[in-house]
T-cell receptor, first 113, second 109 residues
Framework: NAGVTQTPKFQVLKTGQSMTLQCAQD?????MYWYRQDPGMGLRLIYY???????DKGEVPNGYNVSRLNKREFSLRLESAAPSQTSVYFC????????????FGEGSRLTVL | QKEVEQNSGPLSVPEGAIASLNCTYS??????FFWYRQYSGKSPELIMS????GDKEDGRFTAQLNKASQYVSLLIRDSQPSDSATYLC?????????FGAGTRLFVKA
């Protein structure tokens, strides 16, 4: 049982480059989330998708876009990467009706030079 | 003011002692409350959830919620070196879940 799978696990970008982080879950969960984690900052919500076909901004959405491709997949795109986006990114999912009980992927470490 | 506040620590306790971790939140509409544990270099994992005022016990862990004071706590009894990790308090408001910055706990053998 894979749970939540994120790719890639590591990525180095140059300022201005674009990339997409992929996330897929096999638990038939309705809600999916993207967080970033920086030292001393905890997890900050970037975007979330309550259900297939909907997306909403979280605490720190600037510089990011998301796509809820289907119930399983939720991608995060950086159109023009900046050094301030250097972080560890976590995708998570939760079952409808149990908001807050999140299952996390292993994380994607992104460095922007 | 951050929506979810935690003392960043580190909190250091000897093996076998009780570790007490605290969290306050700002939105009175918050509905559900959670504690996650995160080992260094790993992803967070849910260890406790609490939805109503009072205490909830699960093994060595007890979560306490006081909605009037907007306060959540986690007690770890008989602390073990394997409990050394960062503990993240999380609060759900609707579909969103907001996390505190986390408290680092060290349990000394």
């Amino acid at each position: 049982n894979a749970g939540v799978t994120q790719t890639p696990k590591f990525q180095v970008l140059k300022t201005g480059q674009s990339m997409t982080l992929q996330c897929a879950q096999d638990m038939n969960h309705n809600s999916m989330y993207w967080y970033r984690q920086d030292p001393g900052m905890g997890l900050r919500l970037i975007y979330y998708s309550a259900s297939e076909g909907t997306t909403d901004k979280g605490e720190v959405p600037n510089g990011y876009n998301v796509s809820r491709l289907n119930k399983r997949e939720f991608s995060l795109r950086l159109e023009s990467a900046a050094p301030s986006q250097t972080s560890v990114y976590f995708c998570a999912s939760s079952e409808k009706g149990v908001t807050g009980e999140l299952f996390f992927g292993e994380g994607s470490r992104l460095t922007v030079l | 003011q951050k929506e979810v506040e935690q003392n960043s620590g580190p909190l250091s306790v000897p093996e076998g002692a009780i570790a007490s971790l605290n969290c306050t939140y700002s939105d009175r509409g918050s509905q559900s409350f959670f504690w996650y544990r995160q080992y260094s270099g790993k992803s967070p994992e849910l260890i406790m959830s609490i939805y109503s005022n009072g205490d909830k016990e699960d093994g060595r862990f007890t979560a306490q919620l006081n909605k009037a004071s907007q306060y959540v706590s986690l007690l770890i009894r008989d602390s073990q070196p394997s409990d050394s990790a960062t503990y993240l308090c999380a609060v759900a408001l609707g579909v969103k879940t907001i996390f505190g910055a986390g408290t680092r706990l060290f349990v000394k053998a």
